[in-house]
């Protein structure tokens, strides 16, 4: 068995990765964030409290657990020092279970400056973006401009950090309004000398050793592979690589040294912000599905776009991540539904086609559907897959036969206990 496992989504997002970490973190030595910000929200709830986590592993309740921050994620100190202060009544020891790396990149205030004003320039053709300064800071760290949590250790950081907002200014050319810069500065220079006092550490170095060590990792994604930078629904994607291949430049995890590859998806599908969604409800069972799944952002409150389980696009992120296990969240919220569509293929430029074409625009496309009867059972309760309805039963083995890999867990809420093995 190889050391060094993947956990990560295969939606536009919000399948309930944070749980599924957190319910695996036992068997795992280290569970390492590889890309993202804190545009990305994972919930765990256990023992009936809530916790959302934006930048920090969901392996942070579990005392034995190393987690990092790798080199792959950007860093907005003030938003990872207010997660770290919900951490603290919780007793959670940061000087023993928290690596940051010292090759992550850090997000500006101003940033945010330069995201809010790339939005906006877009008009009717926003992206949806959660206007935290992620865009923009993945555009220095490829222009090799960035500034990293390392250089805060440097005697010259201040010069360098003026450097960088001199050019963002200039690059806005007045254009301030988003919030009040000075202000933000200081609460950012505040939290900067505050990040200073939290383990830094060059995780690169510590994933190779942990592997050698024998010690079996945790790769944890954020966001979802149809919001990836390449293969995902360009351009309304996220800024970084969200599929498997992102953990080994996220991390500094070599390709062999991946073992299993689990992939999350909701039983029906979710998109916050703007792009094409082929399956989408806009309707009044779509509301109702938000509203039972409780379908808002974690991080923003937007509420969730809704639609039928996409085969197509799943089976897609299943090949392109090389997917070994499959794990279906939030089949309890199907509940009460007498039957459901399934996406299978694509009415595309009037042309039926099984794959994933190169836009999902609707004028080009029409999902084809095949019905399957749903259940009417409250799973909430359930702690058997012997005691899961039949119908439920069917409608995973036709997700199981169609992407060619094993549904191993269903999961029926969000708490740690409603979560079903099915082998």
């Known amino acids: 068995m190889k050391g060094a496992d993947i956990l990560l989504g295969l939606q536009w997002g919000d399948e309930g990765k944070g749980k599924i970490v957190d319910v695996l973190t036992r068997d795992y030595d280290v569970v390492a964030r590889f890309q993202g910000g804190p545009n990305a929200g994972h919930t765990l709830e256990f023992n009936g409290i809530k916790h959302v986590l934006h930048t920090i592993p969901s392996g942070i309740f579990h005392p034995k657990a190393i987690n990092i921050v790798g080199n792959g994620v950007v860093i907005d100190p003030v938003v990872f020092m207010r997660e770290i202060d919900k951490l603290v009544p919780y007793g959670v020891s940061f000087a023993n279970c928290l690596r940051i790396s010292r090759k992550a990149h850090l997000i500006l205030p101003s940033h945010r400056l330069l995201d809010a004003a790339s939005e906006a320039a877009k008009g009717k053709n926003k992206i949806g973006s959660t206007l935290k300064g992620i865009g923009p800071s993945y555009m220095d760290k490829t222009g090799r401009n960035g500034l990293r949590v390392g250089d805060i250790e440097l005697p010259d950081f201040g010069e360098r950090y003026r450097a960088l907002k001199a050019k963002h200014l200039q690059m806005l050319d007045g254009a301030t309004q988003a919030f009040d810069l000075d202000e933000a500065e200081s609460e950012w220079y505040e939290a900067i000398a505050r990040l200073q006092e939290l383990p830094l550490a060059d995780t690169d170095i510590l994933i190779q050793e942990a592997y050698r060590a024998g010690k079996r990792i945790l790769a944890e994604g954020a966001q979802g592979t149809m919001l990836d930078i390449d293969f995902g629904t360009y351009p309304f994607v996220t800024s970084s690589t969200t599929t498997a291949a992102g953990a080994c430049t996220g991390l500094g995890l070599a390709p062999n040294r991946i073992g299993e590859v689990i ?122 897959t012997t005691d899961l309805p039949d119908t439920l039963t069917s409608y995973v083995r036709f997700i199981e036969n169609f992407t060619g890999v094993p549904v191993v867990l269903v999961s029926v809420g969000p708490d740690r206990e409603q979560t079903l093995w099915r082998r």
């Open 263 to 384: 992939g999350i998806f909701k039983a029906y599908c979710t998109r916050v912000g703007s792009g094409p969604f082929p399956t989408e409800l806009d309707n009044e069972l779509g509301e109702k599905i938000r509203q039972i799944g409780r379908e808002f952002g974690s991080t923003t409150g937007r509420p969730r776009r809704t639609g039928w389980l996409d085969l197509v696009a799943l089976k897609y992120a299943v090949e392109v991540n090389g997917v070994t296990q499959l794990m279906m969240m939030k089949a309890d919220v199907l509940s009460g539904l007498d039957s459901l569509e399934v996406c299978t293929s694509y009415r595309y430029r009037g042309e039926e086609v099984d794959h994933l074409p190169y836009r999902l625009d609707a004028q080009l496309l029409e999902p084809v559907y095949q019905s399957l009867p749903g259940w009417s059972e409250d799973l909430t309760g359930v702690r058997q």
